[in-house]
């Protein structure tokens, strides 16, 4: 778990007043859109199965007039809507917290490519597809959308949208912010705002699609999505690197974007933990190389067609080894080796998870003061929980630090739960000494709400209320989410 909150566990209200509301539902939408009963609770646990909640219904449109059919029938029964992409949310977004109040609204079979042009470099991608399968169909035509996170064969584009999703290629190509051109978005009273263009330049007012991306289904619901694509890369070389200390990795880092031509595409921090981890979650993983150095990254440079990434990676290598900066590595020798390295990175993840519930944190910080903020987070943990292991990784090149915190075995949830929660505490507290972000990736949700309004400044609270209440009056758009507006009622 990230964190420890109090959230409704099942549904403790009449059971026949909330099968009458779903009855209203198949009346209104009909049976084919809404499931009821039993089949409403895989969609009501979130991904680490922490929370397991309820909802009214689940409503699976097929097309964006469904939706938007769906929206105005929620609405007429005073019920209100939480969208689900491909609950990979790891902030509660999409896991309901009103199990009489709230309907899910899946999209996912809503999975189809509109369109898909090769010549514009684009595509008309419905919110419900899968990253993973769109990502395997833009390859057939020769073509890349970057767009790559741990859980891609699960979350939807939707979900990707709303949450802006990052990822490890965030560095070269930026956010999901950065890939979209365009929207469609069915708003809280049914309206469909079509903004599916895919222009490149439009500076025609104020780009109201931005409104919708990290907006966690707070003020509509995103049907389809229009977006940038990249030719394939062709080449990708990958390394394992070992450092005698964490400002070695980010005094490579910043070499790399000078000297690579801006062809990194990844460049991945690990602690020495993450051998162990790994292989707890994949026994069989083989050892790439000595598990003493106190920092590793993973890093990969790609690109296509006249450009030697293989020679580059070489030559840069052999410049930062004879200058000591890096102590040891090992490049992968085919895409087989490739695969087998970045399995430590993602396999690390699931060790942290068989170890049992912990805090998983997704915070960011200016990058020169990455190593600083790390050394002084894991310092201030140690001393106030002596007991817990830290595991400090993740997507250094964009300042993006996974600071997470390992209670030790044989603790009851209560015992856990407590250090999970004084280990926050004294976290942020840290973080705010540098001025960091809370949530540099996985947005609000319900989870990380307290900790976000106790740090909003008053101005924007007051901007995020004006806007929920000007596009959602009734507040029926994922109440509970991100924040408490007053002023919305709902
Ligand atoms: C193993 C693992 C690795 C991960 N790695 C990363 C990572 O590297 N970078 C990163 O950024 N995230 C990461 N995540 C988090 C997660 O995968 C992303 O946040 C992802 O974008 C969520 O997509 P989803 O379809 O699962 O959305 P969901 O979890 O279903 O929903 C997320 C939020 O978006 C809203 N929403 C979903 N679909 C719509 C829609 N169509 N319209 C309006 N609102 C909608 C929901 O209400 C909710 O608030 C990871 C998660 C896991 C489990």
Redesign the pocket.
């Known amino acids: 778990m990230t964190d420890v909150m109090e959230h409704p566990q099942g549904t403790d209200q009449p059971e026949a007043a909330c099968a009458a509301v779903a009855a209203r539902l198949v009346d209104a939408l009909g049976a084919d859109m809404v499931l009821t009963g039993t089949d409403v609770a895989r969609y009501c646990r979130d ?1 680490h199965g922490d929370v397991e909640t309820g909802a009214v219904a689940v409503l699976r449109p097929r097309s964006t007039q469904d939706v938007a059919q769906a929206v105005k029938a929620v609405a007429a029964l005073g019920l209100s809507l ?9 902030v509660l ?2 896991t309901p917290d009103d199990p009489a109040g709230q309907v899910v609204l899946s ?1 996912e079979r809503m999975t189809a490519i509109r369109r898909l042009d090769a010549d514009d470099f684009s595509a008309v991608v419905e ?2 597809a899968v990253l993973s399968e769109f990502k395997d169909k833009v390859a057939e035509a020769g073509l890349f959308f970057p767009l790559a ?3 891609q064969g ?3 584009i ?6 802006n ?4 290629n965030v560095l070269r190509y930026g956010m ?1 912010r950065e890939l979209v051109l365009g929207l469609e978005v069915v708003l809280p009273d049914g309206s469909i705002f079509d903004g599916l263009s895919a222009l490149r330049k439009d500076n025609r007012g104020i780009d109201l699609k931005q409104l ?1 991306i990290g ?3 707070t003020l ?4 389809a999505v229009a977006v940038k694509l990249l030719p394939q890369p062709d080449q990708v070389a990958t390394a394992l690197l070992g450092f005698n200390a964490l400002e070695d990795a980010i005094r490579l880092y910043r070499r790399a974007r000078r000297d690579c031509c801006d062809l990194m595409s990844a460049f991945e921090f690990m602690p020495p933990l993450a051998f162990t981890l790994a292989q707890e979650a994949i026994p069989d993983l083989p050892m790439p190389m000595a598990a003493d150095y106190p920092a590793y990254v993973l890093m990969e440079i790609s690109g296509s067609r006249l450009v030697d990434v293989d020679d580059l990676m070489s030559r840069f290598l052999e410049g930062v080894m004879a200058d000591g900066l890096v102590v040891d590595g090992v490049v992968a020798a085919s895409q087989a080796q490739a695969r087998t390295l970045w399995l430590f990175r993602e396999g690390m ?1 699931e060790g942290q998870a068989k170890r049992g519930r912990h805090l998983r944190t997704d915070v960011s910080v200016p990058l020169s003061r990455v190593p600083d903020f790390v050394r002084e987070a894991e310092a201030a943990i140690h001393a106030a929980l002596p007991d817990c292991t830290c595991v400090s990784y993740g ?1 250094v090149g964009d300042g993006n630090v996974h600071l997470n915190v390992l209670p030790p075995a044989g603790l009851t949830r209560q015992e856990a739960d407590a250090r999970i929660y004084q280990a926050k505490t004294v976290l942020n507290a840290v973080l705010d000494g540098f001025g960091g972000s809370i949530s540099a ?3 609000i ?1 319900r989870l990380k709400k307290p900790d976000f309004e106790a740090r909003l400044q008053p101005v924007k609270r007051q901007l995020l209320t004006s806007i929920k209440a000007a596009i959602d009056p009734q507040g029926i758009m ?1 109440p509970g ?1 991100q924040l408490n507006l007053s002023g919305v009622s709902g």
């Open positions: 991904w939480v969208p689900q992409g491909g609950n990979t949310g790891l977004g999409a999209l919110a419900g996170l741990g859980a699960s979350c939807r939707g979900g990707n949208v709303s949450t999703a990052g990822g490890i999901t919708f907006a966690e289904g509509g619901v995103v049907t993840n997507h990736e996985h947005g949700g994922n989410c």
